[in-house]
């Protein structure tokens, strides 16, 4: 919402001089801030974990998805990065494979990549190609006896390459994972909170009839301050409480975070900046797909709202 809005301020000062303690503490900006949260999202994600950072947020959805299935495997995409915890490290291949390399129990699927990928944006069903390939990767880790825990993936890869999936790609993933057992985990930490216009979460983007099971959030979510968040179902939290081990964060969801978080979706709601983020972006857009026709570099514009890729190429025939 812009560096250091006033809004932004007031609300983390004034919340600071009243009281900040950790979240053994009740204190009714959490709930408040839980119930504000759950309006911007799917009825079934309804229980929130409050963390400090996107990192801590993926780690835990990892642990939420291996408890409620009792698997262990992870699909994520080529390029990925979901952060710089150890467990993150290794489900991200941007990472790892500069690094230690694959672990056996992570499998990595190909970027829904319609311009650079396998299956480019002139393939009958582009969506569902790649989500076969999601499907083989799955067969392959059954016949080695191997079972998938989750799906992770960023609801529009960044890393990758700015990349926007074909609608319906995800349905039909999910469709497979579940079969598997395992759960679909929507990274929404850098792509979350109106960036992409159309929508207010970008998993939205494929289509009112998909909700994933886990949600994180980061970066965004507090305007620059450390906060973050997992959504996830009533069945999964249950699974995950029921081991005995409560999930503790001493300053995950304290009152100046809540504060703030609430100031954030103050400001977006306020100054619309979801429609902001359309017009902007497409105005952006037309700009530059009128500097592509001018310039061979140019070999993609693609984007939605202000999540914008621009691929620089040497041959238009590669």
């Given at each position: 919402?812009?560096?250091?809005?006033?809004?932004?301020?007031?609300?983390?000062?004034?919340?600071?001089?009243?009281?900040?303690?950790?979240?053994?503490?009740?204190?009714?900006?959490?709930?408040?801030?839980?119930?504000?949260?759950?309006?911007?999202?799917?009825?079934k994600?309804?229980?929130?974990?409050?963390?400090?950072?996107?990192?801590?947020a993926?780690?835990?959805?990892?642990?939420l998805?291996?408890?409620?299935?009792?698997?262990?495997?992870?699909?994520?995409?080529?390029?990925?990065?979901?952060?710089?915890?150890?467990?993150?490290?290794?489900?991200?291949?941007?990472?790892?494979?500069?690094?230690?390399?694959?672990?056996?129990?992570?499998?990595?699927?190909?970027?829904?990549?319609?311009?650079?990928?396998?299956?480019?944006?002139?393939?009958?069903?582009?969506?569902t190609?790649?989500?076969?390939?999601?499907?083989?990767?799955?067969?392959?880790?059954?016949?080695?006896?191997?079972?998938?825990?989750?799906?992770?993936?960023?609801?529009?890869?960044?890393?990758?390459?700015?990349?926007?999936?074909?609608?319906?790609?995800?349905?039909?993933?999910?469709?497979?994972?579940?079969?598997?057992?395992?759960?679909?985990?929507?990274?929404?930490?850098?792509?979350?909170?109106?960036?992409?216009?159309?929508?207010?979460?970008?998993?939205?983007?494929?289509?009112?009839?998909?909700?994933?099971?886990?949600?994180?959030?980061?970066?965004?979510?507090?305007?620059?301050?450390?906060?973050?968040?997992?959504?996830?179902?009533?069945?999964?939290?249950?699974?995950?409480?029921?081991?005995?081990?409560?999930?503790?964060?001493?300053?995950?969801?304290?009152?100046?975070?809540?504060?703030?978080?609430?100031?954030?979706?103050?400001?977006?709601?306020?100054?619309?900046?979801q429609?902001?983020?359309?017009?902007?972006?497409?105005?952006?857009?037309?700009?530059?797909?009128?500097?592509?026709?001018?310039?061979?570099?140019?070999?993609?514009?693609?984007?939605?709202g202000?999540?914008?890729?621009?691929?620089?190429?040497?041959d238009q025939?590669?």
């Amino acid at each position: 919402v812009g560096h250091c809005h006033p809004d932004i301020v007031k609300a983390a000062h004034e919340q600071n001089q009243l009281l900040n303690t950790n979240s053994r503490y009740l204190h009714d900006n959490l709930v408040d801030y839980a119930e504000r949260l759950s309006k911007t999202l799917p009825e079934k994600l309804c229980i929130f974990y409050f963390l400090n950072s996107g990192s801590e947020a993926n780690d835990l959805a990892l642990r939420l998805a291996r408890q409620y299935t009792k698997h262990e495997d992870v699909i994520v995409l080529d390029h990925a990065y979901h952060g710089h915890l150890t467990s993150l490290i290794d489900i991200s291949p941007y990472k790892f494979r500069n690094l230690e390399g694959q672990k056996e129990w992570v499998h990595v699927a190909p970027v829904p990549d319609t311009y650079r990928g396998l299956y480019k944006e002139d393939h009958e069903d582009s969506a569902t190609a790649y989500a076969d390939e999601v499907k083989n990767i799955i067969e392959n880790a059954h016949k080695r006896g191997r079972k998938i825990a989750a799906f992770f993936v960023e609801s529009l890869p960044s890393v990758g390459g700015q990349i926007i999936p074909p609608a319906g790609y995800f349905q039909k993933v999910a469709q497979h994972v579940h079969e598997a057992g395992g759960v679909f985990i929507a990274d929404e930490i850098q792509v979350g909170f109106g960036r992409v216009g159309k929508h207010f979460w970008a998993f939205q983007l494929q289509g009112e009839g998909f909700t994933p099971d886990i949600v994180t959030m980061g970066k965004p979510i507090g305007n620059g301050h450390p906060i973050a968040c997992v959504a996830t179902t009533k069945e999964i939290a249950e699974a995950f409480a029921a081991t005995g081990v409560e999930y503790f964060n001493t300053f995950g969801g304290n009152p100046v975070s809540c504060a703030v978080g609430l100031a954030v979706l103050d400001v977006i709601e306020k100054e619309h900046l979801q429609a902001h983020a359309t017009q902007v972006g497409n105005f952006l857009m037309k700009l530059l797909k009128e500097q592509q026709i001018k310039h061979p570099i140019i070999g993609d514009v693609r984007g939605c709202g202000l999540f914008i890729g621009v691929d620089l190429i040497k041959d238009q025939g590669e």
